[in-house]
């Protein structure tokens, strides 16, 4: 939403732990500490908008690890923007999501 | 993306896959599966990381099913965002421009539903307060009533006598508090207005700490004040307090007369306090009791107690008989073969009201699908004619479940509304229920509208939109889906498969209007045997009062009976009375007292073991005034007490002279109490009487004595009165005798006998009626879905019918065939009904009297009944068949 102040405290909490590394919904939740029913449609909104974009990983790695391919998500130029804006709005999130582990390496593509 | 059959097997097995699952018709079709496999996907992936199928640890599953929650805001959010074409608004207005195109059609639905809907939630309004609703206490699960059980006489749940409870309460270690109270003593308050003789429940002072009850203003009892010789303190009831007291709460501090004595106020009980078991106006701790608190034998107190967090009732059960085991061996006189009894609270109040609840739910809800059954049928009816619309639709790309979706959109509509009118006519019901019920009906004014009712009406409404609904959807659709756009689509499969269904939907109807006649006449017989039971006295133009004297203004026993001896003389003078009696305790009405009577030969038993009678005591005109006969010997006359010299006589019923004294002739035997000092002689027996019904008309007698009242020279006497005629007018005439002779009493329970019995029989006559009303209801509305199908059969047969005609088949070769087919359907249905009845009616045995649940003549006049009325309901559609014109039905479009 370039332009839009309306970014919210939680979705700036998703943008930023997608910047990190928290690629994945459920890691995103365990970065976030926020509840399922929150982040998701906060990824909706954020992909609508054009600050993430989301892909599914390959089909390869997945089979291999026995389990259906998950949805990823990555931050966009435009959404880079938007959390530079959200950081200098809200600046404690950067120390709250220090807390979390860190970010698992996507697996290549 | 799509997935192989290995990982989409790890995926469904995650927790909370299989909700995400159900979820996913929310979703918008063009984002179902994707959103579908990124939700299994990282569930799969979490449950793996976890251990997966290996994991048992309850909290990993929990916290992914916790998480899994979240799936229903996220496809809300896709719904709302994507769902571009609005359906179920769209299908909410297409709904109700059809519904509103057939106003009858519609009416009749909607009302039909709504009745039904309205009855049966005011039924369960009813259950719900009596049954559901946790009791008005503090943490009432934890509480439990205590009873004495009677190994010996077999009584299981007898109330305690105090010396007991107070040595359950020292020993006992599983009760948090233990307490006890009287839930009915009598006492005159005089003072200010006219004197009025109040219920008073007589408490121990823990007892509304253990019920968890505050007092509105003031406070409850302490301690110190259950000790005799204590200060004597009351706590106001609320309705008496807003009645007699103006509801001031300068009221606190004051003191009050009852019974002659002074009591200071010191609270007042919010409005909702209930005592279980009690209606008492005010409180006030066990001192009052008196000599009834001494001994061990009086037994008259009923005991609850909150059990410590984490102790079980049946911890406490045998903590508690452990104690009473112990009482047994230090007082083997009085206590042996004395037990406990204990049950949780919510059982105690509740438990008596189960089955005949239940019943009346299982009955409102069998009208209810009768009701369902009909609208059923209209709802093919009506589908039927919609057969082209909804080809169009599905020619324009409308899927199967989208057409039934649109179909049952319209029902939940229909269901909803109805269930709104109904909701109006289940506030009005659940009132009158509660005005006809049976008084003793617990928690009767918890009845109302709430929360709980609400959502069984929501939920009641869209299950029958599903039930009236589902199959007449699938079937027009299914209809549609198979035959697309053809001219004269009515082939003869399509009218098979309806006809089917409308059999099967007519056949149920008749079956469970079958089981609920059966239910009804069953009732009917019950309650007509039970009315018919002789009392053992004769009611008519009788009216009993009750006169109380206060023991501080008559203390000595000789002036309460010279009271009572010039009252009954004066009595027996007001124009039209016949004769006067007294008595202690009113048959079907007080519940009796008892004691134990040592008979000859048995002397060395303890007292715990004699047999145990009722006891009455009785004035000499007593047994003359009821009508009760006279079998053996005499009943007591003025001389037998007059005379001191003579030893003290006692009468007794038929069932004593039979059960216990047998083969021996009982007048003139003699008979001591249990527990009487040795010196005091003893009763000797002049008479037998009739046995009169005792605690109720469906009980047996049990074995009475009766003493002279001038024994025991009681406060309290209910007076009888037999007139002429209507003794109505005898009240007033007795209040003012008793008024001329002391205005300090008050003159109350005034009834008639005819009264007395029929409130004997409130419950049977309550649940009677109302299943007999449903039964009715049900046989309407079975008639009319009968005359329904036959109709639309006749209609749909008008071509062949025609044929028949014309080719020479006579009026009643058509009726034959109409009426044949009617009955076959009628005769199956019947028969299944009857089968159904026989085994369902098992559940209402307890509810019955003098008549077996598998009479059979009840099963054969119902079945007779529904037959004849299927008859009936057919002739009119069988008619009109064999009075066809055969040319024009045989040209007709139908």
Redesign the interface.
Known sequence: MPGDSRITHPTAMVLLAVSRGHR???DI?DATGL???????IL?RLE?AGLLRSR?EP?RS??E???????YYQITGAGAEALHEALARYPGIAKLLASSRPAPRPAPA | ?A??P???D??THAPGAGFVRALAPIVPASRRE?WL??W???L???W?RVGGERSTSPAARAALLL????????AI??RR?YGGDLMLRQDLRYAARSLVRRPAFTTVIVATLALCIGATTAIFSVVHAVLLRPLPYEAPDRLVMVWSRDSIGQADRNVVSAANYFAWRQESTSFEQLAAYFPNWNATLTGGEAAERLEIGVTSANLFVTLGARAEIGRTFLTGEEVPGAPRVVVLGHALWQRRFGGDSGVLGTTIVLDGEPYTVVGVMPRDFKLPGSKADLFTPLPILGRMLEGRIPHLLMVVGRLRPGVTIERARVDLATVARRLEREYPQSNTGWGVTMLSLHEQVAGEARRPLLVLLAAVATVLLIGCANIANLMLSRTAGRHRELAVRAALGAGRRRLITQLLTESVAIAVVAGGIGLALAYWGARGLAALAPEELPRLNDIGIDAGVLAFTLGLSVLTAVLFGLAPAIHAVRRVTGDVLKESSRAATASGGRRRLRNMLVVSEIAFAVVLLVGAGLLISSFVRLRGQDPGFRPEHVVAMKVGLPRAAYPEPARRIAFFDELTRRLRALPTVTAVGAITRLPLYDSPLTTRVVLPGRQALADAEQPEVGLRNVSEGYFHAMGIPLIAGRTITERDVADTALPPVMVINQTMARRLLVGRDPVGMQLRIAGAAPTTPPFTIVGVVGDVRDGSLREEPNPQIYLSYRQTAPTTLSVILRSTSDPAPLVAAARRTVAAMDPNLAVHSTTTLTQVLAEAVTEERFVTLLITSFALVAIVLAAVGVYGVMAYGVTERTREIGIRLAFGAQTRDVLRLVLGEGLAVAALAVALGLMVAWGATRAMTSLLYGVSAADVTTYASVGLLLLLVALLACYLPARRAAHMDPASAIRSEE
């Open positions: 994945y919904g459920f939740i509840r399922s029913g929150t982040v998701y449609p909706r609508d599914w089909v997945a089979r690890a026995q389990r259906p391919p998950r949805r | 993306m997935a192989d290995v990982s989409r790890r995926a994707e496999g990124e299994e996907a990282e799969a992936y979490a793996s998480r899994a929650l979240g799936a229903l805001p996220d959010w896709l965002r």
